[in-house]
């Protein structure tokens, strides 16, 4: 940083605690309260739900807060990211809600701080024209690709449950994102059930079609009404002891994500900030434009959110992946995120320092 650099930012800050002790700030009770961690370490994925970091990066709000500098990671698989906020070398982790579910009733010591976006949406079973499905039996026809044990297997058992079909005669195959998009283009699987960008790929790749999404089914008996089979959110996750030692780190970063957040769900931003991601990862801006209705930008906890965390609990005791489940109120912390916000919390996590 040279000495201009330096200045301005200076500046900035001043400025902004002068704003906030005139009480024109808002959040002004976390913008006086410097971070104990000013060099932060987050993981970063390339997908919609870190638009928000991206616009907070691009206007300097991490800056505002009180950080030096934010280094953004990226790991090619969610269980590389959860060892490295374990072992320091991230802070704060922005993973789906199963992963620290699990993490937590194994008994390893993370906790979730708050709600990166809603993405009940985001998942699609996408299958290929020529598999002929038209009706939820019809699944039984076709080789499905998606990561078993991740939130699209969940996604699959809840489409399972929801349409009474034999779970035997489902063929689920385990592949990760690219393979099982290669393997649909080849016809060695007929569908995938995945997160975006992925489906939006398969759709413009090869003959294809939705036949339902976390949300809503498209198959011809009941198509455009609403079934609920997803229960995907963003989270974010922080070590309990980070938690513990930095109490003024997660507020500031909360209060930066709260702000990017509101920003980014204004519809009036839209154009910026799809164009920003856009440039930032190196995509091209009408897929995420196209794909910009799918993400909530809120980070509020409520009943909603600990619903679908319990729903996720409960999805883990029955695959077996943990022997009894807690209920999300015990590794969710609640008090950094009012600090910055009461009405962001809407309903309490029992977790504290």
Avoid: C
Avoid at 58 to 70: P, T, Y
């Amino acid at each position: 940083m040279n000495k201009s650099q330096h200045r301005e930012k200076t500046m900035r800050r001043t400025v902004i605690s002068v704003l906030a002790a005139l009480g024109t700030v808002a959040g002004a009770a976390t913008a006086m309260a410097e971070p104990e961690t000013k060099d932060l370490k987050i993981s970063f994925g390339i997908d919609l739900p870190f638009a928000p970091h991206v616009i907070a990066l691009e206007k300097g709000w991490f800056e505002e807060a009180g950080f030096d500098s934010v280094e953004p990671k990226t790991f090619t698989a969610g269980a590389l990211a959860g060892e490295a906020l374990l072992a320091g070398e991230i802070h704060i982790w922005q993973p789906s809600n199963i992963p620290p579910t699990s993490m937590a009733h194994n008994a390893i010591p993370v906790v979730l701080i708050g709600n990166g976006s809603t993405l009940t949406g985001l998942e699609k079973l996408v299958v290929r024209n020529d598999a002929n499905v038209n009706k939820p039996e019809d699944l039984y026809n076709i080789k499905i690709g998606l990561l078993i044990g991740s939130s699209s297997g969940m996604m699959l058992d809840n489409i399972i449950k929801a349409y009474d079909l034999d779970r035997d005669r489902i063929q689920a195959v385990n592949l990760a994102p690219p393979e099982a998009l290669a393997s649909m283009a080849a016809n060695e699987i007929q569908g995938l059930l995945i997160w975006e960008p992925w489906p939006y790929r398969a759709l413009q790749e090869i003959d294809s079609k939705v036949v339902h999404t976390g949300l809503k089914s498209f198959f011809d008996d009941n198509k455009d009404e609403t079934v609920q089979v997803a229960n995907l959110r963003s989270v974010f996750v922080a070590a309990q002891d980070f938690a513990r030692d930095n109490p003024e780190t997660i507020k500031a970063y909360l209060d930066v994500m709260a702000r990017a957040h509101a920003y980014a769900a204004d519809p009036a931003n839209k154009d910026e900030v799809v164009a920003a991601f856009a440039a930032f990862q190196d995509q091209p801006a009408k897929m995420s434009d196209d794909l910009y209705e799918n993400y909530v930008y809120d980070l509020t906890i409520d009943d909603a959110f600990l619903a679908d965390v319990n729903a996720v609990v409960d999805y883990l005791v029955s695959v077996g992946r943990i022997d009894s489940g807690m209920d999300a109120t015990e590794f969710v912390y609640t008090d950094a995120l009012k600090a910055v916000d009461p009405d962001l919390v809407k309903a309490e996590g029992a977790w504290k320092p």
